[in-house]
């Protein structure tokens, strides 16, 4: 059975966007092989430096995926700073990692192109997330294409390793691409993201639902006019929640004229409420159990650090690095 890898980092309430390039494909994921999936705490420490906002962002995403259906009795599911050996592993990585490969990384070429002044985290977070990858002995990593350059670091990582000590220490990951739907507008027309503030929350409703959808941007298309399904961003989300029936329906009643743009967003907030509804009541319900929660993530915390300790103890041995106590 093969290992299957990946991780979201805490940095807010998770969105359309992060359900469908994500999460639905995550938990389809762990009926097919043996799931490790994480809430990447360290890495947002990159962005965020509140420690009360990490720690509620991390029990929102657990809170978040148990609800969506994710099974840990099928999966692997903790936070990575509960695995000591991710970043033992990260700074062994580090000592053989040229700076030139970091400067490369797509992230950090986006935050100097923008004129910000990244920090070291974020400079080098490729290595950390090699590290994530490889201390599980992990097969399939899904990722979007964005996301490919690091995959190709994390095996260069490894393979320069494995080179130097003559071993097989680490076992070099496949990336999965992820055939996702297009992206996913948010509501002012650009990507979803939480940088931009046009996200649409996988568990919004009532009246904070309602005002996020009519206020979607359109064109000025009156009302009786036809108008183009194709070039409208509540078309494109309208496209990720109803089957191809009714996305024809939708489709040709835009093109008739007479369906004007209230009308479809109104059909959207329905299908987003009917589409979570279940999901919806499920995390109103394990709110109320954190403690259930808490130890869904420390049970799954215990089995990686199983399979971490048994990548790191032969790394350490080539490596040279005693340790004199166990975690």
Known sequence: MKTILSGITPSGKLHLGNYFGAIRQHIEMQEKGDAFYFIANYHSL???NDGKEIRENTLDIALDYLALGLDPEKCTFFAQSDVPQVTELAWILGTFC???L?????AYKDKVAQGLSPNIGLFTYPILQAADILIYNSDLVPVGQDQKQNIEICRD???KLNHVYDKELLKLPEEYIVESV???PGIDGRKMSKSYGNTIGIFDEGKKLKKKVMSIETDSTPLDEPKDPDTCNVFALIK???N???RKEIADKYRAGGYGYGHAKKELLGMITDYFAEARERRKELQKNEDYVMDVLREGSKTARERAETVMGPVRE???IIRNYNF
């Open 102 to 106: 970091m400067e490369k990384g797509v």
């Open 157 to 159: 990582l490894a393979g």
């Open 46 to 48: 990159t962005s965020i």
């Open 318 to 320: 080539a490596t040279g």
């Open 240 to 242: 990720l929640f109803a």
């Open 244 to 246: 191809k029936k009714k």
């Open 182 to 184: 297009a992206v996913v």
């Open 98 to 100: 040229p700076v030139s």
